[in-house]
């Protein structure tokens, strides 16, 4: 089955701090797809990124940034030059396939981060 | 992008009572629908995948008789604790698969749901 750790579960930082959230997953798929969300103290996730298999470039959207790492089963998540903003819960997730040939999504744990002024 | 509302937000029910949550698909049809559970500082934890017109998919230990999830639509699921319980009360959020993708889906707001 697959499994997603997110060794981190709460890191604080001060702004302009660049942070790096982990995340090391395991499966037995060829293929098969990775996220982060986002969430804030609303409880509403925020879709971050959805990263395939096949697909190992790395990506950067403004002030984050993504590794993905096959060779390491990593995908680890930057933010640069964090805000306060930036405060809430990150968890990483990966596909699972399911009967009907959808995928349905196992969570990490997550991990808290902190952004002080 | 694609927008999934739940309904209500938030419930304050008595201990016995049953409580419906919905689901819909505002702008595009979900042949799949996802029901999590997240308690306070865990993670989301999936409960049971709602197929249009057929029966639910229950994950491992979660008790269908006291779930019952109803996906009658393309744009609608709902899903309903019965007989709550204070070990209940948890955030409850649901997905979206886009009908025709296998891996896109898009998350609902949640339900907070407090058993008194």
């Known amino acids: 089955a697959q499994k997603v750790t997110q060794a981190q579960t709460e890191i604080s930082v001060v702004e302009k701090e660049d942070v790096t959230l982990d995340c090391v997953y395991e499966?037995?798929?060829?293929?098969?797809?990775l996220f982060w969300y986002k969430q804030p103290p609303s409880g509403e996730l925020v879709f971050l990124i959805r990263?395939?298999?096949?697909?190992?470039q790395n990506e950067i959207s403004g002030r984050y940034s993504w590794n993905f790492q096959k060779s390491t089963s990593s995908f680890n998540f930057t933010i640069t030059a964090s805000q306060v903003v930036d405060s809430a819960v990150y968890f990483c997730?990966?596909?699972?396939?399911?009967?009907?040939?959808?995928?349905?999504?196992?969570f990490g744990k997550g991990m808290k981060l902190t952004v002080n002024p | 992008g694609a927008v999934v509302s739940q309904h209500p937000s938030r419930v304050i029910c008595k201990s016995g009572t049953s409580v419906k949550i919905e689901c819909r698909s505002l702008d595009f049809q979900a042949t799949t629908m996802f029901w999590y559970r997240q308690f306070p500082k865990q993670s989301l934890m999936l409960m049971a995948t709602s197929n249009e017109g057929s029966k639910a998919t229950y994950e491992q230990g979660v008790e269908k008789d006291k779930f019952l999830i109803n996906h009658a639509s393309l744009t609608l699921s709902t899903l309903t604790v019965t007989s709550a319980h204070p070990e209940d009360s948890s955030f409850y959020i649901c997905?979206?698969?886009?009908?025709?993708?296998?891996?896109?889906?898009?998350f609902g707001p949640g339900t907070r749901l407090t058993v008194l």
């Open positions: 990263r395939n298999s096949f697909d190992e």
């Open positions: 997730a990966l596909s699972e396939p399911i009967q009907g040939g959808s995928e349905k999504l196992v």
């Open positions: 499966t037995r798929d060829t293929t098969y797809y």
């Open positions: 997905s979206a698969r886009v009908s025709g993708s296998r891996v896109e889906q898009f």
